[in-house]
């Protein structure tokens, strides 16, 4: 059987990766598993207020109690964008010290590595958007939301998944324990429609149902001069039906535009939203061979 050689001891990256909205480190579990296999370390951030810090109010259980949910305060509420990103720089600077960082990012967590590798382009190697939000234009994802590549979304319409007021609480809240038939069969179709509905429902199960208007709003624009500075890879999921694939194009095409001397390394893989993390073996692969992976020195 052929040998594999594994990178040198300090020139081995560290892929720090980072989660999405209403995720935590948990949904990158698989791809850390394969990612090992293959001789490579990892470390899955925990964004403020998420993983084993997530709120879970009595009123979410079963029997939920809707109504008494609705008004129950958040302790995302007070979480910004400038926090999010300070937990990742923090994970980044630690990592760093053994040798390069690969920065991965999915969905919303794109917002929180855009600003990090504002911060400390120089700890960073690389850059992965794994159907990520990407700012160029505009400041934040909402207000990419209103633009006409984002119509394929099939998730903002489900305004029976939502509870309470946004406004009021300062965070947006999504039943993903409803027993609902409908709204369960829309909510796949929009996150996880190439899952089995057994797969479906586990994802569910590892989702947290708050996350902060704050950071769905800060200013996630990136910068020529430091984030653009950083190589940077796509990887588009063709099938996305909650950040559509024509968004995922022109949120690169920005990209590219801004830093046309540096632009994006573009993958492709026919997945939904969730569903790379069911794809674990590709992706691992897909991060093991990007350049970084190969060996030297910073």
């Not at 560290?14 to 949904?27: A, E, R, Y």
Request: proline share 7%.
């Amino acid at each position: 059987m052929p040998s594999h050689t594994p990178p040198r001891p300090g020139t081995a990256p560290t892929f720090v990766l980072v989660h999405g909205s209403g995720s935590s480190s948990f949904m990158w579990t698989p791809i850390q598993r394969e990612l090992a296999l293959l001789g490579h370390r990892s470390l899955a951030v925990d964004l403020p207020g998420h993983g084993l810090d997530a709120q879970y109010p009595v009123a979410y259980q079963a029997p939920q109690d809707l109504d008494a949910w609705a008004g129950e305060p958040s302790t995302l509420a007070a979480v910004t964008l400038a926090d999010n990103a300070e937990v990742v720089v923090d994970a980044v600077r630690r990592a760093a010290e053994h040798g390069p960082v690969v920065l991965v990012g999915a969905s919303l967590g794109g917002t929180a590595i855009s600003v990090a590798a504002n911060l400390v382009p120089h700890l960073v190697d690389r850059l992965v958007y794994i159907s990520a939000w990407s700012c160029v234009t505009k400041a934040n994802p909402m207000e990419y939301m209103s633009e006409p590549e984002f119509a394929a979304n099939l998730l903002a319409p489900l305004a029976a998944l939502n509870v309470g007021d946004p406004t009021a609480l300062g965070v947006g809240r999504a039943n993903y324990r409803t027993a609902d038939p409908t709204l369960l069969t829309q909510l796949k179709a929009a996150t996880l429609a190439d899952a089995t509905d057994e797969q479906f429902r586990a994802f569910l199960n590892i989702l947290q149902p708050d996350e902060s208007i704050a950071v769905m709003m800060g200013d996630a624009r990136v910068q020529a001069n430091t984030w653009g500075t950083v190589a940077r890879s796509y990887i588009r999921l063709t099938e996305d039906r909650t950040l559509p694939i024509a968004m995922q194009d022109r949120l690169i095409a920005e990209a590219d535009a801004l830093t046309p001397d540096n632009p994006y390394d573009v993958h492709s893989l026919d997945s939904s939203h969730a569903g790379f993390v069911f794809r674990a073996t590709e992706v691992a692969a897909l991060l093991a061979g990007l350049p970084e992976c190969e060996g030297g020195d910073r």
